[in-house]
């Protein structure tokens, strides 16, 4: 091969490399996703099995961060990529920690329903638990999606977004408590409610974590922290 | 200068630019403990002063962050590192991450003792949540120091008092169940001891993680997840 051609094949297969990692994110993505939804279900349907499940799953989901973080450091030490490639590899081990992270929100909610195998089970008080799950699959999904297309133009409607699972989880809390006081036969039951609708808040916190690494890998700024109009004016910025 | 010159001119640019980080990353972890030390006292205390503080403080830690994280970007850019420095500089970027949502469990105890102002306020019930503190303090402190000096040897024993922590922490949410069972008036106030004592046994997670990543930075292996035994044999291991 002359000189040219070499150079063809290791670019393309530096391509190769990148497109492997952005897949191997997603499908990482779709488990984590899976294991949200799985585990919040069982829990609201009292279904051992399912939470049997999604507490197995878990340690797929953590080899996976693992593998994908070591890929990426591979290809960081071997190629020394810069600009996008660069960002995008820092980006990528940065949600994987965020997606890592959901995973375990889901696994605490699939343990604490195995926890309560058994114990009075009130199926119609679900409701808000379930608004609240609709909300942040919604926004972990939009994220995943931002990411598998370099695409900002989204991540705006996520963050925001965010803003109502919090007053969701607010008023979720406010009710829980007065259930509490009324009933102090409610509490146990009340807090383990308490406990799922924050893991599910604080998912949707991970999911707008992953859309401030694409803007970063996308635009190549660092929006953490920003205010609302701060990072509107940079997801609208053409770079 | 001639090229031997330029050489050894560089490499000290470089071990400068890699001792700055390593300097920046413990005055943020040293702003960090401050923070935890100072909002849970805030918290037990009653303190308005120093619970506005901390959340005011609580952007310098997300500064310091964003700041460190672009300087090992640009580092990685601009002088492709191997083995040793690259890792140094992939486990900071994850260790500053942690030690921002150390900073964010130390704002939200803060922001919770501000919205108690006024409200019953009982002196006498925070041993627990003081010895806890005492607990996760040491652990933070210990991980901080391992990464300060490159050294593993302690991190075993950090990694065993999560265990502790984990323990005192599932002890003082029984207590406080009980607490709300007998009298329903303590709800509010249990519950706020509740998410403190869950903010604390967090802080014990996130330490637990940096220390992981000091371990992969001295010892070039990737130890989450692993079972106890796994992580000794990785610590005790000769590199």
């Given at each position: 091969?002359?000189?040219?051609?070499?150079?063809?094949?290791?670019?393309?297969?530096?391509?190769?490399?990148?497109?492997?990692?952005?897949?191997?994110?997603?499908?990482?993505?779709?488990?984590?996703?899976?294991?949200?939804?799985?585990?919040?279900?069982a829990?609201?349907?009292?279904?051992?099995?399912?939470?049997?499940?999604?507490?197995q799953?878990?340690?797929?989901?953590?080899?996976?961060?693992?593998?994908?973080?070591?890929?990426?450091?591979?290809?960081?030490?071997?190629?020394?990529?810069?600009?996008?490639?660069?960002?995008?590899?820092?980006?990528?081990?940065?949600?994987?920690?965020?997606?890592?992270?959901i995973?375990?929100?889901?696994a605490?909610?699939?343990?604490?329903?195995?926890?309560?195998?058994?114990a009075?089970?009130?199926?119609?008080?679900?409701?808000e638990?379930?608004?609240?799950?609709?909300?942040?699959k919604?926004m972990?999904?939009?994220?995943?999606d931002?990411?598998?297309?370099?695409?900002?133009?989204?991540?705006?409607?996520?963050?925001?977004?965010?803003?109502?699972?919090?007053?969701?989880?607010t008023?979720?809390?406010?009710?829980?408590i007065?259930?509490?006081?009324?009933?102090?036969?409610?509490?146990t039951?009340?807090?383990?409610?308490?406990?799922?609708?924050?893991?599910?808040?604080?998912?949707?916190?991970?999911?707008?974590?992953?859309?401030?690494?694409?803007?970063?890998?996308?635009?190549?700024?660092?929006?953490?922290?920003?205010?609302?109009?701060?990072?509107?004016?940079?997801?609208?910025?053409?770079?």
């Amino acid at each position: 091969m002359d000189n040219s051609k070499i150079k063809q094949h290791i670019s393309r297969q530096f391509n190769e490399e990148m497109e492997d990692i952005r897949n191997k994110v997603l499908t990482m993505g779709g488990l984590v996703e899976q294991q949200v939804d799985l585990a919040t279900k069982a829990f609201m349907g009292n279904d051992m099995e399912n939470a049997e499940k999604v507490v197995q799953q878990d340690q797929y989901v953590n080899e996976m961060e693992k593998d994908i973080d070591h890929e990426c450091t591979e290809i960081m030490a071997k190629r020394q990529p810069a600009a996008f490639d660069l960002r995008m590899l820092i980006a990528t081990i940065k949600i994987i920690t965020d997606l890592e992270r959901i995973g375990d929100e889901a696994a605490r909610i699939a343990k604490m329903t195995m926890r309560l195998e058994g114990a009075d089970y009130y199926q119609d008080k679900y409701y808000e638990i379930e608004h609240l799950l609709n909300l942040v699959k919604d926004m972990l999904n939009g994220a995943l999606d931002a990411y598998a297309r370099n695409d900002v133009e989204e991540v705006i409607a996520i963050t925001e977004q965010d803003a109502k699972v919090d007053r969701e989880y607010t008023s979720i809390t406010r009710q829980l408590i007065t259930q509490m006081m009324e009933n102090p036969r409610n509490i146990t039951r009340a807090l383990d409610m308490l406990w799922a609708a924050r893991a599910l808040e604080r998912i949707g916190d991970h999911s707008c974590n992953v859309c401030e690494q694409v803007i970063y890998m996308v635009k190549g700024k660092d929006v953490r922290h920003l205010s609302r109009e701060e990072l509107e004016r940079t997801v609208n910025s053409v770079r």
